[in-house]
Antibody, heavy 123, light 108 residues
Framework: EVQLVESGGGLVQPGGSLRLSCAAS???????????MHWVRQGPGEGLAWVAH????????TYADSVKGRFTISRDNAKNTLYLQMHSLRAEDTAVYYC?????????????WGQGTLVTVSS | EIVMTQSPATLSVSPGERATLSCRAS??????LAWFQQIPGQAPRLLIY???TRATGIPARFSGSGSGTEFTLTISSLQSEDFAVYYC??????????FGGGTKVEIK
């Protein structure tokens, strides 16, 4: 069973930076290095919002407009780890951030979710 | 960007009754529509993809229908563990991937 474990969340001041990590394991029939990955966030009491996506080898990356230019998604396939580097953080970036694996068969289908890590942006 | 709209925002249902949730897309997403269940304090769980295909391990009381711009999630006989928030999501035309605002199914 695929396991995705996020870490790196915490309290940060407005304008600050934070790097989230997502350790992946339990892949059967496919590998982390063949999986497309996403970050999705959920503000307090709010719905789900897609943040960013990276393909299997990092050659294709897309971002939501709300984070473009401030956030960077990356991956280390040798370590089975996904990252989200966040700069110039704002109060509205406060959210639980989920690491998500995309289906192997359906582009954009968010199949496996981690438990999330909470990022709080506040002074 | 495709806007997803869910209704109602809250649905009050008694255990054992049927629940019908709606999701509308601002333009056609063909059948590239998924439903997720989120229990408070937990991550979302994939229920339905391709508008009508249950994900692995999802009970048969959950069913999805629709195509184009109108979709429905039906829970045939609500169990206690089904009281949660449900989200639809389109993956037909992205980026961005977009979600509906959610429907909370609560105990009547």
């Amino acid at each position: 069973e695929v396991q995705l474990v996020e870490s790196g969340g915490g309290l940060v001041q407005p304008g600050g930076s934070l790097r989230l990590s997502c350790a992946a394991s339990g892949f059967t029939g496919f590998t982390f290095s063949s999986s497309w990955m996403h970050w999705v966030r959920q503000g307090p009491g709010e719905g789900l919002a897609w943040v960013a996506h990276i393909n299997n080898d990092g050659s294709r990356i897309t971002y939501a407009d709300s984070v473009k230019g401030r956030f960077t998604i990356s991956r280390d396939n040798a370590k089975n780890t996904l990252y989200l580097q966040m700069h110039s953080l704002r109060a509205e970036d406060t959210a639980v951030y989920y690491c998500v694996r995309e289906s192997h068969f359906w582009s954009g289908l968010l199949e496996n979710w981690g438990q999330g890590t909470l990022v709080t942006v506040s002074s | 960007e495709i806007v997803m709209t869910q209704s109602p925002a809250t649905l009050s249902v008694s255990p054992g009754e049927r629940a019908t949730l709606s999701c509308r897309a601002s333009q056609s997403v063909t059948s590239n529509l998924a439903w997720f269940q989120q229990i408070p304090g937990q991550a979302p769980r994939l229920l339905i993809y391709g508008a009508s295909t249950r994900a692995t391990g999802i009970p048969a009381r959950f069913s999805g229908s629709g195509s184009g711009t109108e979709f429905t999630l039906t829970i045939s006989s609500l169990q206690s563990e089904d009281f949660a928030v449900y989200y639809c999501q389109q993956y037909n035309n992205w980026p961005p991937l977009t979600f509906g605002g959610g429907t909370k199914v609560e105990i009547k």
